[in-house]
């Protein structure tokens, strides 16, 4: 489903808060995602199912009050919606590594901002998380034949 349409770029701002106020901060990623519109809450599960598919070990779990994925121990990914984008969060290593095509979507040190009102990239999603999944593998590999 790469290219699928972000939020409606005439969506009312209220449509496209953060997290709806006054409530406890989640403690799974299904909280997180309920707690944002109808809209948000398909882009953010597409995001959730896209990494789930490229590190299928991978677990869930909530970081920073962020959906996060871990790998082996390590953190291998987080996500992150907001007013006007999606956060992704695969750190530096994750990158560098695309830095060309990630350049047209406001990358900074270790973020990725996916615009609400734009196509989601949810092939270029993928290639990140199977990057930093195999990243994850070889340092857990090389770690355990250190013992």
């Known amino acids: 489903m790469n290219g699928r349409r972000g939020l409606a770029a005439n969506a009312p701002p209220n449509d496209r808060l953060r997290m709806k106020t006054k409530q406890p901060a989640p403690s ?7 707690s944002f519109p109808n809209d948000v809450q398909e882009i953010l599960q597409e995001i959730r199912m896209t990494i789930r598919k490229a590190a299928p070990d991978a677990e869930e779990t909530i970081s920073y009050q962020m959906p996060t994925f871990n790998l082996k121990g390590s953190y291998l990914v987080y996500f992150a919606a907001y007013k006007n984008h999606i956060g992704l969060y695969p750190a530096p290593i994750g990158i560098a ?12 040190k270790g973020t990725v901002k996916f615009p609400l ?8 999603i993928s290639r990140i998380v199977k990057f930093r999944a195999k990243e994850n593998l ?8 250190k013992k």
């Open 138 to 145: 070889k340092r857990a590999d090389a770690k355990r034949k």
């Open 97 to 108: 590594e695309f830095e060309e095509e990630m350049s047209v979507y406001g990358a900074g």
């Open 117 to 124: 009102d734009k196509p989601i990239p949810f092939d270029l």
């Open 28 to 34: 799974n990623i299904d909280e997180y995602i309920a």
